[in-house]
Each structure stands twice: as C-alpha cells, then as structure tokens.
C-alpha cells in the first residue's frame, strides 16, 4: 500500500468524512508535487482603498434585518497546548470569573436583547475540546436557536513523516499521530457535518467567523449591515500593522487576476522577508476575522465538488513537540482566510484594534485581566489607555497556566504601566501596581512581590 492509502485507509478508521479525506489528498498531491505554497512579492501587489469600520452608521431596522440573517461561528478547536494546557483554552478565567465562552454567550445575548433577533451561535470543536465545550454550554438553556445544533466537529488527518510522507506511528502516544488540517477546515466540516444546509434552510445568509479566544470580535450589527449591503461573497477585516504584526498573515493583491489573497509568514520566501515587513507597503494585517455569504459558499463548495482549491501551508515539526530529538513530521494545513482568493468579488474592511484581542501566551492573559481593559456593555473587552503596555514574563516560570495562576493569582494593576518585564522567579501578592517601565530582574531564587507595593519605573 502506498504512502497515500495509508493516510486514507486511516482516516477512515476513524470514521472520518469522505470530503475530509478528498481535501486531504488534493493537498496531500500538492506536497508531493513540491508545492511549498510560497506567494512570491513579484506576483503580488499592496492592498490599498479599503472600506473603514468607522464609516459605518445605520438605522435600527437595517441592523436588526442583517442580524436576523447572520450567524455568529466561533473556531474553539484549540486546547491552548503553548500555555500547557489539556483542555479548551476558551474555558480559562479572563474578567470577573467569566471565561472566554461566558463572554462570548454574553456578547450574542446582548446582540439578540438589544434587537430582537434569534441570532445562533455555534462553535467548531476539535475532538479534544468538545465535551468540555458543550458541558459549560449546558449551563445556558435557552442559547440554542431551533433545531440548529450548538457546536460541529472539525476534522483531523494524519501527521506525515517527513523524508517519506508516510503516516507517521507513534506508540508512545498515538494521539500525537494526528494533526488538525489548519483553519481552512471550517468549509469542510460545516459542509460534511450537514450544517452549512440546515443553516441555509433555516433562512440564515451570512457567517461572522473568528477565533474564540479574541474577544474583541464581538458580534456587530453594524458589522453585519455593511457585510450584507456590500453584496460580496466574502471579505475579511483587517487592521493597520504595527511593527509587532509583521509575523502575522496578511492580504495582498494577485497580480494575474486581481483577487485578494492572503499570505501568511510560512509562505513568504526567505529573500521576500525584508520587502514583506515593510509597513508603508503591505500596511494591513489580517485579524483571521471573516464574513462570508452561505449560498456564495455552497454555489463555491458544489463546483468545486466539495474541495476548494486553497494553497498549501507545509507545516514541519518534530513527532513529540517536547522531544527535538523526535522524527520530523509535516503537517498539511491551509488557512481560513485564504478563501478569499476563491470568491471573486471578495473585499475586505480595516477594524481598529479593539476587534482584535487574542490571548496566545500568559503575557496577553496578564494585561487582559488587569485594570487596563474593561468590559462594555456588550461585553466587549476594550481598553482604557490609548498605549497598551508591553508584557514580557520569564516563560521559565509563567509560560504554562498553572504556573502562572500560582505565581500571579491576583489581577495586577498595569493601568498606568508602560512596560513590566519579569525575568526571574517571582510571585505577586493582591493588589499590586506598576509604574511606568518596570524590570523586575532573576535574583537567582524566589522571590516575592507584597501585597499593596507600588512598583515604579522610568
């Protein structure tokens, strides 16, 4: 059996969606042929002329019939492994005791007392956050809309070896022989799962997708009126990067065509990087934000057979992440917002940075749960201070969780910070306050910061 059947023969052990498997070996004929996915800067060209959020005013009867036609999906798939931990990252604490998906059902409450709209909610799941998911979902009765369900499973393929692109076996922990297929899975699972249909069916018309741990992409009506009225199939938000963005994706304009596309970090050539960093030139991020039409996605999924033709993202990596001595093993992934690049008409629109607010490391978690950001009456998280300070925790002692709820267990003051550095072992008692600029330097052991201490800096 070759290396292909193998992968697929596995799928489908698994009980895997045939669809799954097809979008699976199209890339996987990708990365056979030598396809890198690199989206060289000759070809491309800057984005330019995009539409404001700030434009956007409308009355109450034309958000409330957008609201009325939109669903609010939510990627949760992710278990927040970078911050050790073993289950859903949308269940960590950010303000008041509420978690990520207390906000996130706050913030679709809000949208449907506020206008008077069944507006649904559903979240994909990986396998490994579901059942954490939907037994905290439980706790809110009323959130289902219908029949619609509340969450839909993305999918999985296997890890490849990377000198051979055999499904790679791992004994000493089979789950680590799987992977999942990168973000440009939704279009799959919401087709496969029957979901994409029983949305249509029941009247629903456009999607606002994001990630569930950036709690500034609260569902907007005003969002929703624009996205409707523009009549595009597709668009993306956006924000101005700054120079702490310029490892993130961003939309550029195809040359050959004139169809927007994203290019992410892993598919910019090495002799590309310096031109692609350049914020007077590619001056836009992309927020993995997105909008998109339902039947504009089903007419796309059923000429395409249900496989869109999206790029190849080549992701290698060792078998066990903890073991740099492990085999190699390739990934093949793809990105959600490079579907932009299938819709012709797709556009775009530049947020501010308040609709943009993940929490990747404990250093985001830190400042979100400090006084610097407060919650809005739709449950938004914005923040007070116009300079967000920089937050830079010794990962020694504070990159998983659970070390840094023991180390840091009370919210710290950063309100009137510029910057808190922490090299070191240091733990932080109730109610302290930074000041300005703030290193707090390794002296070679434990140590502790007092309750009520003012820490002041330059």
């Known amino acids: 059996m070759n290396a292909l059947a193998e992968a697929q023969r596995k799928m489908r052990s698994v009980g895997l969606p045939e669809q799954a498997i097809d979008v699976f070996t199209a890339f996987y004929h990708q990365l056979e042929g030598g396809a890198s996915g690199l989206i060289p800067e000759a070809e491309v060209e800057p984005l330019q002329d995009i539409a404001s959020i700030e434009s956007l005013d409308y009355d109450t009867e034309t958000l409330r019939r ?222 993995n934000n997105l909008w998109f039409d339902l039947h504009a996605l089903r007419r796309e999924l059923d000429r395409a057979e249900g496989v869109l033709d999206l790029p190849l993202i080549r992701n290698q990596k060792n078998v066990d992440p903890t073991d740099p001595d492990s085999p190699e093993v390739i990934q093949i992934e793809s990105a959600m917002g490079s579907a932009i690049s299938v819709f012709e008409g797709a556009t775009a629109i530049e947020v501010d940075r308040a609709r943009f607010l993940p929490v990747k490391t404990t250093d985001d978690l830190l400042l979100l749960r400090s006084d610097v950001y407060d919650v809005g009456p739709d449950y938004q998280l914005r923040a007070r201070v116009d300079d967000v300070p920089a937050v830079d925790l010794d990962k020694r002692y504070y990159k998983a969780i659970d070390d840094f709820d023991r180390r840091i267990a ?41 309750s009520g201490t003012v820490l002041s800096g330059n």
């Open 66 to 287: 957008a609201a009325a036609e939109t669903v609010v999906i939510k990627l949760n798939g992710g278990l927040g492994t970078t911050m050790g931990m073993k289950q859903a990252k949308s269940l960590l604490p950010i303000k008041h005791s509420l978690s990520f998906l207390d906000l996130i059902v706050d913030q679709v409450w809000h949208v449907r007392s506020t206008l008077g709209v069944d507006l649904p909610l559903l979240f994909m799941n990986s396998f490994r956050t579901r059942d954490d998911t939907l037994k905290t979902l439980a706790n809110y009765p009323e959130l289902k809309v219908g029949d619609l369900p509340l969450d839909f499973l993305q999918n999985r393929e296997p890890r490849l070896t990377a000198d051979t692109l055999e499904p790679v076996e791992w004994p000493d922990d089979p789950t680590l022989e799987w992977c999942p297929p990168g973000h440009a899975d939704l279009y799959t699972a919401l087709d496969a799962s029957g979901v994409l249909d029983q949305l249509i069916e029941s009247g629903y018309r456009y999607a606002s997708v994001s990630n569930a741990d950036n709690l500034g992409a609260v569902p907007d009506p005003a969002m929703m009126a624009w996205f409707a009225q523009t009549g595009a199939p597709y668009a993306a938000e956006v924000c101005r990067r700054t120079p702490a963005d310029v490892k993130g994706g961003h939309l550029v304009v195809r040359k050959s065509d004139g169809r927007l596309i994203l290019r992410e970090t892993a598919q910019i050539a090495p002799e590309d990087r310096e031109a692609a960093a350049d914020l007077k030139v590619h001056r836009y991020f992309h927020t």
């Open 410 to 450: 009370f919210p710290v003051s950063l309100v009137y910070a510029s910057s808190l550095t922490v090299r070191g072992d240091w733990t932080f008692g109730e109610g302290v306050f930074v000041r300005g600029d703030v290193v707090l330097e390794d002296e070679g052991g434990p140590r502790h910061v007092a």
